[in-house]
């Protein structure tokens, strides 16, 4: 009896700070990053939960205005419908158009790689470069990282039915990995030695590059507000711009906003 | 009094597992026929799928999995039949009872490990041996032809099994021979059987998911060759669900409710052959 009495006060005041919860909710880019966060603040505060959820930007930004969430996430700057809300950059996620490590490629223009994706330029030679059919990997329908691939590299040009389509960052990477002929887009933090990073217009997507925003091809991170945070929600992004927050996001591979700023 | 509860009790089972039938047609069509009207005919019928955009074709999809089945087949059905052809006739009950949990075993194999195997060996081979991407037709066909082997052989094999001794005793009498006696007589006694494990295949080559994203590579233009990449309905469906909302992901049903019809066709068409005597 006692035991269990025991066992029902430790349910209730385990449930109890669920009021003091933190949730968040947003984009699925971002989500992995501070889910990791999130498990670091937690293991520092036990009392306050952060609950961690997807939806993707847009379903971030409706939450946050309609108050169903404590904190919006998006991997988007905001359109002009969506300016009531504050926003909080936490990091920079470079997309890096990759190559396989072999590849006598260096360096893409933006012009070259539009081709290469709407399939105009469809072997290696009309690039000078030796080799045949060059294959281009892109994005699923729907993925964030298709769209700001398509905003900020395609432009006006729509990429080709023939590229093949892989629906994570992992998956592209692995066929460009294999594949000698190859060309994908991944986030610049997950390029690991087996395939190598193009420098677009001449810029290298190292991480000085980035900082300094001469490597345009970078999306926000970004912390959703409805209004000035209070208590828990407060210390939570405190934490997140705090220097142990960001190296936790800039060792998962993004350019964290205290470096940004910083320069 | 017992025997009732006992009755009842099972007809209730019984009736759970064809409500859980009904409520999942249901659903996949009240998610995904709103959108068919809403694009129009017309469009559902095209070649442009660019679901954000309002573009809603399914049919070079359609024609991908059809040619993966094809292909699929083309790989299975040989093997398969020759397979069964040599369990059921040239083989000793000891070779028969060794062999045949072999072959059921790889139905056993989770398609992502098929997929995987595919994607270390076999689109390696293709793409250094005939050229283009390696994601392709002829690797998924392969993959998928291997996957369909058990349905296959199994069935065949049954159906080869089930023929009476006396016909093959009385083939042999009028002097004919043991290859003349397969296809002469056995082929065509079993046939309804075999015709139903080559559809049942095909059903299981058609739904398949995991080993043909892993494969296929995914491009939605309609292959010019065996050596070009291919998109499938059910590949379209598991790539683009986690980001659908909207009419994206009625269109992800309608490819669903697609899928679904062409199923339950196969079905019928293989109850029908094999109940016919």
Request: aromatic share 6%; proline share 4%.
């Amino acid at each position: 009896m006692r035991l269990f009495l025991v066992a029902v006060s430790l349910c209730l005041l385990s449930c109890a700070p669920n009021k003091g919860g933190v949730i968040i909710a947003g984009s699925t880019s971002v989500q992995p990053f501070i889910e990791k966060v999130a498990e670091h603040f937690m293991e520092k505060y036990p009392e306050i939960k952060i609950n961690v959820q997807g939806g993707g930007s847009t379903a971030g930004v409706q939450a946050t205005m309609n108050g169903t969430c404590d904190i919006g996430t998006s991997s988007r700057n905001l359109k002009p419908t969506e300016q009531e809300l504050k926003t909080i950059l936490i990091a920079l996620d470079g997309i890096a158009v990759i190559v396989h490590g072999n590849s006598p490629v260096r360096d893409l223009t933006v012009e070259q790689i539009r081709g290469i994706f709407s399939r105009r330029i469809a072997e290696w030679s009309q690039l000078g470069v030796a080799g045949n059919e060059i294959i281009p990997v892109t994005r699923e329908e729907g993925s964030g990282t298709r769209a700001s691939f398509e905003e900020m590299i395609m432009g006006e040009e729509v990429i080709s039915d023939a590229c093949l389509v892989q629906d994570s960052n992992g998956a592209v990477r692995e066929i460009i990995a294999t594949t000698p002929q190859g060309v994908g887009y991944i986030s610049v933090g997950l390029v690991d030695e087996r395939e190598k990073a193009v420098a677009i217009d001449g810029t290298k997507p190292t991480l000085t590059n980035l900082i300094i925003e001469k490597y345009h091809f970078s999306r926000p991170f970004l912390l959703l507000l409805r209004e000035e945070p209070t208590g828990n929600v407060k210390k939570f992004i405190e934490y997140v711009l705090s220097d142990e927050g960001q190296e936790i996001l800039g060792s998962g591979g993004l350019i964290p906003a205290n470096k940004v700023v910083a320069d | 009094m017992k025997d009732k509860i006992a009755e009842k009790l099972l007809l209730f089972v019984a009736l759970s597992a064809i409500m859980s039938l009904a409520l999942i047609t249901f659903f996949i069509f009240q998610q995904g026929i709103p959108l068919i009207f809403k694009a129009g005919l017309g469009n559902f019928l095209s070649l442009k799928w660019a679901p954000t955009r309002g573009g809603f074709g399914i049919l070079s999809m359609v024609i991908g999995s059809l040619m993966v089945t094809v292909g699929a087949l083309a790989v299975g059905i040989p093997f398969g039949l020759a397979a069964a052809i040599f369990l059921a006739e040239f083989s000793s009950k000891t070779i028969q009872k060794t062999l045949k949990p072999i072959i059921e075993l790889l139905a056993g194999i989770p398609s992502v490990v098929y997929g995987f195997i595919g994607i270390v060996i076999l689109v390696p081979f293709i793409r250094v041996t005939f050229g283009g991407p390696g994601f392709s037709v002829l690797a998924a066909s392969i993959i998928l032809g291997i996957m369909i082997l058990p349905t296959i052989v199994s069935i065949s094999y049954d159906a080869l099994l089930a023929v009476p001794n006396t016909y093959r005793e009385g083939s042999y009498a009028v002097g004919a021979t043991k290859w003349q006696t397969i296809v002469l007589l056995l082929l065509p006694a079993a046939r309804s059987g075999i015709v139903a494990g080559i559809i049942l295949g095909m059903g299981r080559a058609i739904g398949e998911t995991m080993a043909v994203i892993m494969i296929a590579g995914n491009a939605l233009k309609i292959p010019g060759s065996i050596f070009d990449s291919v998109r499938t309905l059910t590949s379209t469906i598991a790539l683009e669900l986690g980001y659908a909302a909207g009419d994206h992901r009625g269109a992800l049903f309608a490819c669903g409710s697609i899928l679904f019809l062409i199923i339950i066709v196969l079905n019928i068409v293989a109850i029908r052959i094999t109940s016919r005597k």
